[in-house]
């Protein structure tokens, strides 16, 4: 208690002074002093209320504590000498000792907390710990609550807050990667090597890709070789990507190969806000991984079950969109592969416009022009329209191709599209899902006679199909029904399939039925497991059974095991009655930090085939001084460099006396970050290029809690083929501390809970601290410089006193370790 002032009750009874631990599920938790006699404890009012955003303020007299709770018009008070509590119209008295005047500060039994105010608290002394569970929403609950759903609302729209935004610099020329393949196989004595060389790099600002792909059993032709320099600016109003070189055209009417030209569209490579989801499902190779891009951006990965069925919740997202799978498999020249698929549904926000203009030269023998205009509109965020025209130079006849399309949504889950092209196509798509993600799509193709554009020989083709994931017990699966329909201008082929996929822990089932009808029925049933086994083997069976030969037609075995860390070693049979094959095989993969290697071999019948593959990329820094390899492929993705460094001078700038500083924690959400043993530099590669990656750093792991960062989120955008260095300033802060005293007739003595206001040589406000109970403070993070320390002069005109001290000065030297200034002392007197 303050010198020379009484409290309000005669004989203060005996305390233990503590640090408590306020929590709560709902509430955090914070460290708090407080007091103890017996088994109850005493909380500080001021304290308490401040952690709880509960309005308080002590009255001119200092015998009161007011304020409101919830509503403005619910006033509270807390009288010391009075002994009563006030709330809601509503007096309680308090008894005895139960409300404590000390250090300036309320101390009050937490039983009343509980009683009066509804803020319930369990004290446990073994751990000196307060429970906290209050029976109303606190104004401090509710912005917690609050804060947590604009932080969910952010981060689903991609909005989250940086600290400092990373800008791109113009680059006229850099090479950034290089990547590297070689396959060999042999076959009944012929040799076959390929060979593929991928550049990747920067020109004029934008991006420069080449590949060059050389065979010894294939001619070399420009047609087979690929270049494509790329500019993206999602912050241009008119256009936002131009690309020239090797383009294609998403959503051509006419069947043509890649084109050598130019591509300007003002379409976003960031993913726009989705409306909803597309269910898709296809094959590909068993235990394949498969990646799922939408416009260019990573949206999802998943891998394939036993048969090589794979699924995906596809968003449908405002704009046009380029969909497309990245398969990585086990093997040889099927390592990466791509395939581009097609999304029936095109949606455009309310009144936005869209457009692509493509033009160029087929990539044929004949190199004749081709060009195509795409327009969009968006009517309302439900309805979106579509028209363009297509110029095919290499069609005998109806060279020029007008199209218009449409896209309708009805509500949340009902999907109708239409494209028509006169003399060439009419395409109508339905789709129609259900809360329980039942997914049901039907489409009908109606090609015109004599067309030349869509190479078929169909005259009209229909589909329906029926997907669902479902969820029974423990086991997740997928299942879905695919019938199709084509029409000739000679009889019709229907196909007919039913999969059902099912996982259960590590274990994986697929059973898929198909059927064909053409001049007779031919209907087939596969199952395939993929099964742990002891050993750390993953064995994968198949059997394939023909119902109108009524017989087992197919039997495959296939068994993984990973050897050593990054050595994976693969043994299968399979035996095909249709074809009256059968074969063992072996494999050997290995993973190094720098390359890729692989050795397969086949036996059929009495012939056998190898393939020997190896793959791998190189780095190569701005100023092409530091060039690493790795075993993945790097053309066209982003490496970040984060550089740590000790900022002596504060410059923000690493001066060459400036040491690199190691243990700075960083996290960057879904990206693989490498750390070098005994270097301070940390790695981010593999980065799509051109979105947004929001960097998080934490500077608690520093040797010396005096370092400090200034931005602990940074915004950068991955530039493609380019090693981006950051350099990370760490400043070194001071620590300032000292002593607050009442000044009494017999000396001195420390006071707690005053409070002081640190501002530096300008006047600005740095810090504002507490004293402890025996009037001690410290603060640490001041920068080199002069400070000054004063009271708060409001605060001492209510507890009627005044600073002897005046304004104290003192200044925080540049120092490797952290400057101290600990012997600070500031006095304070009862007002006379």
């Not at 007096?91 to 250090?103: E, P, Q, R, V, Y």
């Not at 991006?207 to 059993?217: D, F, H, K, T, V």
């Not at 300007?264 to 590909?284: A, C, E, H, M, W």
């Not at 490498?674 to 290029?689: F, H, N, T, V």
Request: proline share 3%; hydrophobic share 35%.
């Amino acid at each position: 208690m303050f010198p020379g002032k009484a409290a309000a009750q005669q004989d203060e009874p005996e305390f233990d002074e503590i640090i408590a631990v306020i929590k709560g599920e709902t509430i955090g938790s914070a460290e708090i002093p407080a007091l103890v006699i017996g088994n109850k404890i005493y909380l500080p009012i001021t304290d308490l209320f401040n952690f709880l955003t509960i309005k308080n303020s002590l009255s001119a007299s200092g015998h009161a504590i007011t304020g409101h709770v919830m509503n403005p018009k619910d006033i509270y008070t807390i009288n010391r000498i009075d002994h009563h509590i006030l709330y809601k119209d509503s007096l309680t008295k308090i008894a005895g000792n139960d409300l404590i005047f000390s250090s300036n500060e309320f101390y009050l039994n937490s039983d009343y907390l509980g009683s009066v105010f509804g803020l319930q608290c369990k004290f446990n002394f073994r751990s000196l710990t307060v429970d906290f569970n209050p029976a109303i929403e606190l104004p401090f609950m509710r912005e917690k609550r609050l804060e947590q759903m604009r932080r969910n609302i952010t981060r689903l729209k991609g909005e989250t807050r940086a600290d400092t935004i990373i800008k791109r610099k113009f680059t006229a020329f850099q090479l950034g990667a290089l990547d590297w393949n070689i396959l060999s196989s042999n076959y009944k004595g012929n040799n076959n090597i390929q060979a593929r060389i991928g550049l990747g790099g920067t020109l004029a600002g934008g991006e420069a890709n080449a590949q060059l792909n050389i065979s010894n059993g294939r001619r070399f032709s420009l047609k087979n070789q690929y270049f494509l320099w790329r500019y993206v600016n999602n912050d241009k109003k008119y256009f936002k990507q131009v690309n020239i070189g090797t383009v294609m055209s998403a959503g051509t009417l006419s069947s043509i190969p890649t084109l050598m030209g130019v591509q300007i569209n003002n379409t976003p490579t960031r993913q726009r806000k989705s409306f909803g989801s597309y269910l898709v499902s296809d094959i590909t190779q068993p235990g394949w991984v498969v990646e799922l891009y939408i416009n260019d951006v990573l949206v999802d990965y998943t891998k394939a079950d036993a048969s090589g069925l794979f699924s995906f919740e596809i968003p449908l997202v405002y704009g046009n969109t380029n969909v497309k799978y990245r398969f990585y498999g086990p093997w040889g020249e099927e390592r990466s592969s791509e395939q581009m698929i097609n999304i029936p549904f095109a949606f455009l926000p309310k009144k936005t416009f869209d457009y692509s203009l493509t033009a160029g030269t087929i990539q044929d023998s004949l190199h004749q022009p081709f060009s195509r205009l795409s327009l969009n509109y968006g009517i309302n965020n439900h309805v979106t329209i579509g028209s363009g025209a297509e110029y095919n130079s290499s069609l005998n006849a109806h060279r020029l191709l007008p199209f218009v399309n449409a896209s309708v949504r009805l509500g949340n889950y009902i999907i109708f599209s239409t494209d028509y092209s006169p003399g060439t196509v009419l395409k109508g798509t339905g789709n129609i899902r259900f809360k329980n993600k039942l997914q049901m799509e039907a489409q009908l193709i109606k090609y015109a006679p004599g067309q030349q554009a869509i190479r078929t020989v169909s005259l009209e083709e229909r589909k329906l199909l029926v997907s669902m994931p479902y969820k029974w017990n423990k086991i997740n699966g997928f299942s879905r029904l695919m019938i199709n329909q084509a029409k000739f201008f000679k009889g019709k082929l229907k196909t007919a399939e039913f999969l059902m996929s099912a996982t259960r822990g590590r274990i994986n089932t697929n059973i898929t039925t198909y059927a064909v009808l053409f001049d007779k029925a031919e209907i087939m049933s596969r199952i395939a497991f993929n099964i742990p086994m002891p050993f750390n083997i993953r064995f994968t069976p198949q059997l394939q059974y023909h119902y109108q030969q009524k017989q087992i037609v197919l039997i495959k075995a296939e068994a993984e095991r990973r050897c050593f860390k990054n050595m994976v070693a693969t043994v299968g049979y399979d035996y095909n009655k249709l074809i009256n094959t059968s074969g063992f095989s072996l494999g050997l993969r290995h993973n190094f930090s720098f390359a890729q290697v692989g050795f397969s071999a086949r036996q059929v019948n009495n012939d056998l085939s190898t393939i020997q593959n190896a793959s791998g990329g190189l780095l190569f820094d701005n100023k092409m001084k530091n060039i690493s390899a790795s075993d993945r492929s790097n053309v066209g993705k982003g490496t970040i460099v984060i550089l740590p460094f000790l900022d002596y001078n504060n410059n923000g700038k690493k001066d060459k006396t400036e040491p690199e500083l190691l243990n700075l924690n960083v996290r960057v959400d879904g990206c693989k970050i490498d750390r070098s043993y005994g270097k301070a530099q940390i790695k981010i590669s593999a980065l799509e290029a051109y979105n947004k990656y929001f960097i998080m750093l934490d500077d608690k792991n520093f040797d010396n809690p005096a370092y400090k960062i200034k931005y602990k989120i940074l915004e950068v955008t991955a530039e493609p083929n380019r090693v981006k260095q950051i350099p990370v300033p760490v400043t070194v802060t001071g620590e300032v501390g000292g002593y607050l005293y009442a000044a009494t007739a017999g000396g001195k003595k420390g006071l707690g809970r005053v409070i002081l206001h640190i501002y530096d040589e300008n006047k600005k406000a740095v810090a504002k601290i507490l004293t402890e109970q025996d009037g001690y403070f410290s603060y640490l993070g001041l920068l080199p410089g002069k400070y000054t320390i004063e009271t708060d002069e409001q605060q001492l005109s209510k507890i009627e006193m005044l600073n002897i001290s005046g304004l104290v000065t003192f200044t925080i030297k540049e120092n490797m370790e952290g400057d101290i200034v600990d012997n600070l002392e500031i006095f304070i007197r009862d007002k006379e």
